[in-house]
């Protein structure tokens, strides 16, 4: 039944890095307490969660397809408030991509801003990793 666990704990992480109102950080801390493997804890749900953040860059990418359309969220304004600061800071803002309610849409920016993938892949991978890695020692250190 291991597997069920980190597939579920993938497939959490990765809604999680979407739209989808899901909490990776309550799984894995629970799957922590549990005795799982934190290793492979935190590699699964950072594999997810990076992925979640690529389906976000590409949705940014294909943007411009659908913003005129009556059902897009987001209106002109809104947008270019956002481009202008993705262009101000940068793909460096990407290392804030694990912050709740601003690290989702700041992955589908770059994608407006055609981030390139590499560069993004590899700054979402530090910052969502991190993240983790730090959960993981404060729930062992605490328990």
């Given at each position: 039944?291991?597997?069920?666990?980190?597939?579920?704990?993938?497939?959490?992480?990765?809604?999680?890095?979407?739209?989808?109102?899901?909490?990776?950080?309550?799984?894995?801390?629970?799957?922590?307490?549990?005795?799982?493997?934190?290793?492979?804890?935190?590699?699964?749900?950072?594999?997810?969660n990076?992925?979640?953040?690529?389906?976000?860059?590409?949705?940014?990418?294909?943007?411009?397809?659908?913003?005129?359309?009556?059902?897009?969220?987001?209106?002109?304004?809104?947008?270019g408030?956002?481009?202008?600061?993705?262009?101000?800071?940068?793909?460096w803002?990407?290392?804030?991509?694990?912050?709740?309610?601003?690290?989702?849409?700041?992955?589908?920016?770059a994608?407006?801003?055609?981030?390139?993938?590499?560069?993004?892949?590899?700054?979402?991978?530090?910052?969502?990793?991190?993240?983790?890695?730090?959960?993981?020692?404060?729930?062992?250190?605490?328990?």
């Amino acid at each position: 039944m291991d597997i069920v666990v980190y597939a579920t704990l993938f497939a959490v992480a990765f809604g999680a890095a979407t739209i989808l109102p899901l909490q990776s950080e309550a799984m894995l801390a629970g799957l922590l307490l549990a005795d799982y493997e934190p290793v492979l804890l935190i590699a699964i749900a950072s594999t997810g969660n990076i992925l979640g953040s690529v389906v976000n860059w590409v949705i940014g990418r294909k943007v411009e397809t659908f913003r005129n359309r009556r059902w897009f969220p987001v209106n002109d304004a809104q947008l270019g408030r956002a481009q202008r600061w993705y262009q101000r800071y940068g793909k460096w803002s990407l290392l804030l991509s694990w912050v709740p309610l601003i690290g989702d849409p700041l992955t589908v920016i770059a994608g407006v801003m055609r981030e390139p993938l590499p560069t993004f892949v590899v700054l979402v991978a530090v910052a969502k990793t991190a993240r983790y890695v730090a959960l993981s020692f404060i729930v062992l250190g605490a328990g």
